[in-house]
């Protein structure tokens, strides 16, 4: 009776965690959203690109490239194919789909939301790579942080160290923001896209870890 107890304490807590996360973090989108549709952000917006703009080097150029180039959807497909091969391989099909879910989801919430707002790409400095349809959210900055921060949550189902799982989350962490921060460097998108496109990237992440945690919670019962 205790141990049944102590599962249901640790699995409420986990869904609430994610589910709790996931609405903080569209609550964020949606603000960050009203706010750019009332005109409130646009002044801040060219503010700061201006200022990122002053900040270029041949080196930092370079190292934006590369660092934007984890968010192509090349280097998407390709970790996440890999993901998926490994977890079919340990036969964790839920984790699978959970992967495969954030992809679709991550795919269609970016072309829905971008021609519904349909913001144009910036124009205040000079874009420094060739880039086509409009600018809100960055589709990098959802793609990333939808599908990297799932392959966190799944990887965290794998390890037991508590510490690993922190380097795991930390690591991810680390490349959304170096992700985003390029997509602003290069001039492509305002500091709202990718601020908002991380957020509704994390809040549908965070929505399928807690329906997955149901639906692994209801199969191993």
Known sequence: MFMS??????????LSLWLGGAALAFLMFVRITRELIEGDVGAMDSAI??????????W????????????????????????LVVLLVLRDRISALQLLAASAGAGILTLVTKNIIERVRP???QQLIVVSGFSYPSGHSVSTSALYLTIAIIAGRHVQHSGARVAIFLAVSAVLVMVAASRVYLGVHYATDV?????????WALLLAGCF?????????
């Open 5 to 14: 107890r102590t599962l249901f304490s640790t699995r409420a807590g986990r």
């Open 49 to 58: 690109l201006l200022a990122v703009a002053k900040k270029r080097t041949p």
């Open 60 to 83: 930092l150029t370079i190292a934006a490239v590369d660092v934007t180039a984890l968010g192509s959807v090349t280097l998407v497909v390709l970790f996440s194919a890999f993901t």
């Open 123 to 125: 124009e205040e400095a």
């Open 195 to 203: 601020v908002s496109g991380i957020s509704l990237g994390a809040a």
């Open 213 to 221: 945690t149901l639906v692994g919670d209801r199969g191993s019962s």
